[in-house]
């Protein structure tokens, strides 16, 4: 097999892994296979041409980040002193139920489940009486984000309603920037050179090298391609064909701008994306600017209305000239080929909506950590990693799916998308909740039952029945219950700081 059949373990181990594209995938993998493999003597270059810019637009992220950059030693302060930061305690969805309608995904619970029984379904039993109270105020995730206040959660919370948890607003190329300094500190090599080709081996398909301008190559034992939509390594050279799923998510194109942050407003501890006529529209607010873009249809909105649309709705006056992005949604049918592994860009896209972007690529190298190879490409550790990347794409794309869905506006666009079939998997999803108020959990899932719970509430759409277990409770102590909680959640918004003054903090003990 490739020439390893008779070697011993350690013959066979992979010597060189060749990363190509830096951007922020790129420095990423760079970043945690040198922190993984660091006792191991495998060498790591990432190839990257200052000429070459990088997309870089996703500045919005889910608490995973934390998780990723910590296990290489990096703390909050640091990171958000690197990036200009502020802090994500969810997303807020405008105008997507019809004018006027306005929710908010937050990262937490709601409320506490009891006997088995999930909050929701003492929610939904009290509104039987008559209790209009919204289920996000019995979220301190979403009531915090409402409020503008920000400050860490506890390490030990008393109860589920104090559970919440939090993510980054960042400036991706100075986070790409400071991965970088990372990996090239812990022994990754750089190469700034444009590649003019691929070089397979002649027996196998292998890839061998890339050949530079100069005259130059790099060779390896494992190629990661980091090259974004072109897909240099995983399409051109191997051949990994794309699957297309523009029949489910319709829009693909997109303006990116940067706006000054406008004067005497503060930054929302959340993203904001805002339903437009054909697309939407988000904010993202960092501290030293802000980030704003436009994903639309080109086939319901031209290039003119999107920026006639998006530059009157910017965060504040425009610093840089709109950026247009067109893109494809959709997936490698195969993420890894030979020797030869995808992530980020490379392996597929999904629009922003709900901040995965870099979540597919922390999981995606989390996957490559799990399944090493050796220089033998077992198939079976190819397969099992491109199974798992797939269900994992599947899976986030049909939740994105499903905010166009349930839409309730009127406009061509969001009529189409409503009217649209759906995958059988969220079909199935979604059929289970309004039947019985039960969440689907398949495996390789992002996104946990209550962010399935705040999009079905953020649409209104609710179960047939509530479970038979709570029917007969007695609604004076379910009232009693359900105003202590509130009040609970109430009190901890009220004692917690602005999302400006935590940043104001952190600015002082970065200080310090």
């Known amino acids: 097999m490739n020439g390893t059949s008779g070697e011993t373990p350690a013959e066979r181990a992979i010597r060189q892994i060749v990363i190509v594209g830096g951007g922020t995938a790129g420095w990423m993998v760079a970043a945690a296979l040198a922190h993984h493999l660091r006792h191991t003597g495998i060498g790591i270059t990432v190839v990257e041409s200052s000429d070459i ?3 870089g637009v996703g500045e919005a992220t889910i608490p995973t980040i934390r998780r ?8 909050d302060a640091e990171v958000m002193g690197a990036t200009e930061a502020t ?3 969810g997303i807020r969805f405008t105008g997507w139920g019809g004018p006027g309608s306005d929710f908010i995904h937050p990262f937490g619970l709601y409320g ?3 006997n088995g029984v999930g909050f929701h379904h003492y929610w939904m039993k009290q509104r039987q009486s008559g209790d209009a109270t919204p289920l996000a105020a019995y979220s301190l995730g979403a009531s915090l984000a409402e409020a503008g206040r920000f400050d860490l959660p506890s390490p030990n919370p008393p109860s589920s309603l104090s559970v919440f948890d939090w993510a980054l607003h960042l400036d991706a190329a100075l986070f790409a920037q400071h991965l970088r300094r990372f990996a090239e500190a812990a022994g990754v090599r750089r190469v700034d050179a444009r590649i003019l080709g691929v070089e397979l081996r002649p027996d196998d398909g292998f890839i061998r090298a890339v050949r530079l301008e100069g005259d130059r190559e790099v060779a390896g034992d494992l190629f990661i391609d980091c090259s974004g939509f072109r897909g240099l390594l995983i399409a051109e050279a191997m051949g ?11 829009c693909d194109a997109a303006f990116a701008v940067q706006s000054r942050n406008a004067p005497g407003t503060e930054p929302e501890p959340c993203t904001r994306v805002t339903a437009r006529a054909a697309g939407w529209q988000w904010g993202i ?3 030293h600017r802000a980030g704003n873009g436009l994903v639309f249809s080109s086939r319901h909105m031209t290039d003119q209305q999107a920026l006639d649309t998006l530059m009157p709705n910017l965060m504040g006056e425009a610093i840089t000239e709109p950026r247009r992005i067109g893109f494809r949604p959709g997936r490698r049918k195969q993420a890894w080929v030979r020797n030869c592994v995808s992530l980020g860009l490379a392996s597929g896209f999904l629009e922003p909506l709900e901040s995965t972007s870099i979540a597919l690529i922390e999981n995606g190298i989390e996957r490559l950590k799990a399944l090493f190879p050796d220089r033998t490409f077992a198939p079976a550790v190819i397969e099992e990693f491109n199974d798992q990347s797939a269900r994992e794409m599947e899976r986030t794309r049909d939740f994105i799916i499903l905010h166009y869905w349930l839409n309730g506006r009127d406009e061509p666009f969001w ?6 079939a759906i995958p059988d998997t969220l079909a199935r999803k979604v059929a289970l909740w309004k039947a019985r108020g039960a969440f689907v959990r398949y495996r390789w899932e992002m996104f946990h039952p ?6 079905y509430d953020g649409f209104d759409v609710r179960p047939d029945q509530i479970d038979p277990a709570i029917e007969g409770l007695d609604p004076a102590g379910l009232a009693l219950s359900m105003g202590q909680m509130k009040a609970a959640v109430a009190g901890a918004v009220a004692r917690t700081p602005t999302h400006a003054a935590f940043l104001a903090g952190l600015n002082g003990l970065r200080a310090a």
């Open 112 to 114: 506490q489940d009891l």
């Open 53 to 55: 810019g990088t997309i």
């Open 285 to 287: 607010p960092l501290r």
């Open 450 to 455: 209550a962010s399935w719970l705040a999009i």
């Open 87 to 89: 802090c994500k305690l």
């Open 240 to 250: 990994s064909a794309y699957e297309d799923w523009g029949d489910w998510l319709a």
């Open 68 to 75: 990723f950059y910590a296990r290489l030693g990096m703390t």
């Open 415 to 420: 009529r189409e998308r409503r009217e649209a």
